[in-house]
């Protein structure tokens, strides 16, 4: 089979998060399953670097209309990488800029419509020439629109009427809200600016469209896919969830254990395994001293926070209980970056608690990599996760998850049993600041008083599998399907 996949992100092209993670490692285990996979990506300021000086274009220019005008974007070869196939979606004035979709990855660009318009008719239009395929596979609301123009301005197209398309809802709190002109912009009939088509509340909604008109919708884990048929998860769009409930699956993301293995991280000051955690030791010295908290006692947990500063990560609550939790005995290091509220928090935190706690603003993959290696717990209160990854990685690194149990977070984090010696770390239900102390103050105890407990816990979650394969096969049973029910 032949699978294309259009996104706005993929390591290591372009990354803000998990988006990029499963578009990097889901195409090349897919290739492994026997499959062709192209991918396509906007030719993004970041992308640049990874070309060759003199690169290729696979198409000097494809022709995307709009009202007034016509845009012409190139199609660079991206050349083949573990077997997948990349091309590039070139039109500098889009996509040559500081972000990929607002300046300093922050805000929204005001034409956002327009530049991931562009993309999915560009890459409709470079398929035709460069291998039409089986299926499309397209990623939240940036590429949910291709499903949109396929199934209208493209009906009576020879070549692609056929064609299926998956969208995958990687997160459904973002879905591309726009002014109600984006219709014409697209130059989509008003006839599909209603309810049941693309519009809600007034605006023009990308992944509504792409919900109403895709064959087939998968999110990132089971228990989000029922959480967005409800009023809390689904953000006005439960309502197509549910209808739509016979074709959506939650399909559990991988893990790519190429990158995210402290076996073998190249970001580590030191290497370790389940059969032999001494490194981690190291790593937590190394991590420590990337923080400027070198004085801390080897008796102390180091709690770690890799994240976007978005309000879905829930850490308002982390905000309502920071001063009693930094009573306990523990310090805490944050990675992130994103909503300025939020590095407000965690900078004044840190200045608070010198030598407590400590805080990095700023996007660094190294980095995150040491919190994951060298931290013992690590925290994701989220509000709503569609699956996470951090938790996961935290597993494979024996660092212990505290979080909250929602999305994927419920789906692969078990509550420590110390009567049976089971589980992987500690869970609270409740979106209240004093639940998710008494998880943290149950994981500090267990750390504190039940050493040869902490190291079940670790085991446990070190001896994990999440690595890509399953979830692939499942993708391709997806893929048959939609092939099927298209004849
Ligand atoms: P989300 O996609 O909602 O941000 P995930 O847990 O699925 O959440 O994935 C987040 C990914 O982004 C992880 O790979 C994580 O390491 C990475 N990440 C998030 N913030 C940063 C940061 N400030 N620096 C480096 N990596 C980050
Ligand atoms: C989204 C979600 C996150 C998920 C990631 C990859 O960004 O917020 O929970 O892991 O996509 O699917």
């Known amino acids: ?79 083949v990488r573990d077997g997948v196939q990349y091309y590039f979606i070139d039109c500098p004035e889009l996509f040559d800029r500081e972000g990929f979709y607002g300046p300093r990855g922050a805000g929204d660009y005001g034409d956002n419509a327009e530049r991931f318009g562009l993309f999915s008719r560009a890459v409709l239009e470079a398929t035709k020439q460069l291998g039409v395929p089986d299926v499309f596979h397209v990623h939240d609301w940036q590429t949910a629109v291709l499903a949109v123009l396929l199934r209208s301005v493209y009906f009576f197209d020879p070549v692609l009427r056929n064609v299926g398309v998956v969208l995958t809802v990687h997160n459904a709190g973002y879905q591309g809200w726009f002014p109600p002109r984006t219709t014409e912009l697209l130059l989509l009939p008003w006839e599909m600016f ?22 087939y919708m998968t999110t990132v884990s089971p228990t989000y896919a029922q959480e967005i048929q409800g009023a809390e998860f689904g953000s006005g769009l439960e309502g197509i969830f549910s209808r739509r409930h016979w074709d959506l699956r939650g399909i559990l993301n991988g893990v790519d254990y190429s990158q995210w293995d402290p076996a073998s991280d190249g970001h580590l000051a030191a290497h370790y395994s389940a059969d032999d955690v001494a490194g981690k030791l190291e790593c937590r010295r190394d991590l420590l001293h990337a923080f400027g908290l070198e004085q801390v006692a080897e008796t102390t947990p180091v709690l770690g926070i890799v994240s976007r500063f978005a309000t879905q990560k829930g850490f308002d609550i982390l905000a309502a209980v920071a001063d009693q939790l930094a009573e306990r005995e523990m310090v805490l290091v944050a990675l992130g970056t994103g909503e300025p509220y939020y590095e407000s928090f965690f900078r004044s935190f840190a200045a608070r608690y010198p030598g407590k706690v400590a805080v990095e603003v700023r996007y660094d993959d190294a980095l995150a990599h040491k919190v994951e290696a060298g931290a013992d717990i690590f925290l994701m209160p989220s509000r709503y996760e569609p699956c996470g990854l951090n938790q996961i990685y935290s597993l494979k690194y024996g660092t212990v998850p505290v979080v909250r149990a929602t999305g994927g977070l419920e789906d692969t984090i078990e509550e420590w049993n110390a009567d049976r010696r089971t589980g992987t770390g500690f869970k609270f239900s409740g ?39 399953h979830p692939a096969r499942e993708y391709v049973e997806v893929y048959e399907e939609v092939q099927r029910r298209r004849g």
């Open 194 to 215: 209603t309810f049941d088509k693309l519009e809600q509340n007034d605006t023009f909604n990308f992944l509504k469209g792409g919900a109403v008109f895709c064959d």
């Open 1 to 79: 089979m032949h699978i294309v996949f259009a996104a706005s992100e993929c390591v290591p092209f372009a990354k803000t998060g998990g988006l990029a993670d499963v578009v990097g490692a889901l195409p090349p285990e897919l290739v492994r399953l026997g499959h062709r996979v192209t991918v396509y990506l906007p030719l993004y300021r970041t992308v640049r670097p990874f070309l060759p000086e003199s690169y290729e274009y696979a198409i000097r220019s494809v022709t995307v209309p709009f009202p007034h005008y016509n845009r012409f974007a190139g199609v660079v070869d991206g050349g």
């Open 431 to 469: 979106y209240h600041a004093g639940d998710f102390l008494w998880a943290i103050d149950r994981a500090l105890w267990v750390f504190a008083n039940d050493p040869e407990g902490w190291k079940t816990l670790m085991r446990n979650g070190m001896g994990q599998d999440y690595s890509w394969e």
